[in-house]
């Protein structure tokens, strides 16, 4: 028996736990729409707006970089579309399921399998294999063993870490450490991976190994979304939003989003169109 989510007509939770969209006709809907997302800290004289009033919408198989200074918003930002927070004003539909309704124990659900978070930071077991550290996160989707182990080894090797599955993560450079923790990412097969300064902790080298990775993944359909102050590596993705003072304040078009990504050097955000008057 099918159990409707709380503010999700679209989307039904069957009793094995699969989450799958209800039939809503020949239009498909975007992943992700915004309206109106303001986020605020502490009341009165000392309230914090850290976003103030955000609209913006996600196709499938887009590629969006955030970008934004300390203090600017984004990582506010990350933290609602990665369902780790809820905004104070304003709705947030991810698939169709708007976040606002859910529980704690649907939104870990949302986290677990339609959001693949990348930390700058990695964020791996330390004293556990990279195969260990992918499978976990299959487990607490309640993959069965056989299929836990394939998809894991096919998300190790799609990273180029195939030949790395029985180390630790201090055997590893910082670079493949990223790339591990991206493989654990898209094992579940989320419909969005969300990057928070993927690139931050890497050497020049590593950062491009990383972002060749995300081209790759992007080319073959799958919708990022990567949080980083740095232009040099926004000017991978296919669109650019700049967030200012907690709002949107320039948002450029790089690549159609059914088309490949723009390679290093083919565009730059430095031309941002300015968004709002």
């Known amino acids: 028996m099918a159990a409707a989510l709380p503010g999700a007509a679209e989307m039904v939770v069957h009793s094995d736990d699969t989450l799958v969209a209800a039939p809503t006709g020949p239009q498909e809907l975007p992943l992700m729409v915004l309206s109106g997302v303001s986020k605020i800290y502490?009341?009165?004289?000392?309230?914090v707006h850290a976003l103030?009033?955000?609209?913006?919408?996600?196709?499938?198989?887009?590629?969006?970089?955030?970008?934004?200074?300390?203090?600017?918003g984004k990582s506010t930002?990350?933290?609602?579309?990665?369902?780790?927070?809820?905004?104070?004003?304003?709705?947030?539909?991810?698939?169709?399921?708007?976040?606002?309704?859910?529980?704690?124990?649907?939104?870990?659900?949302i986290r677990n399998r339609q959001i693949g978070l990348v930390f700058q930071s990695f964020n791996l077991i330390p004293r556990t294999t990279v195969l260990r550290n992918v499978e976990l996160r299959l487990i607490y989707a309640r993959v069965p063993k056989g299929e836990r182990r394939r998809r894991a080894l096919a998300a190790i090797a799609a990273v180029g870490l195939g030949d790395r599955g029985t180390h630790i993560p201090s055997e590893l450079s910082g670079g493949q450490q990223q790339r591990a923790a991206i493989a654990r990412a898209i094992a579940t097969e989320p419909a969005i991976i969300l990057a928070d300064e993927p690139t931050g902790n890497l050497d020049t080298a590593s950062t491009f190994d990383v972002m060749d990775i995300?081209?790759?993944?992007?080319?073959?359909?799958r919708t990022i979304v990567m949080i980083t102050h740095e232009?040099?590596?926004?000017?991978?993705?296919k669109r650019v939003i700049q967030v200012a003072d907690g709002r949107i304040v320039a948002d450029m078009r790089q690549a159609p989003v059914?088309?490949?990504?723009?390679r290093p050097g083919s565009a730059s955000p430095d031309h941002l169109q300015v968004a709002h008057a």
């Open 258 to 262: 059914d088309g490949p990504p723009p």
């Open 42 to 47: 502490g009341e009165g004289d000392i309230a």
């Open 231 to 237: 232009h040099e590596v926004a000017a991978h993705a």
């Open 52 to 72: 103030r009033s955000v609209d913006f919408t996600l196709e499938r198989g887009d590629y969006l970089a955030i970008i934004g200074s300390s203090g600017s």
């Open 214 to 221: 995300f081209h790759r993944l992007n080319s073959e359909g």
């Open 77 to 109: 930002l990350m933290n609602i579309i990665g369902c780790l927070d809820q905004p104070t004003h304003g709705s947030y539909l991810l698939d169709g399921i708007d976040v606002g309704f859910l529980d704690d124990f649907e939104l870990s659900y």
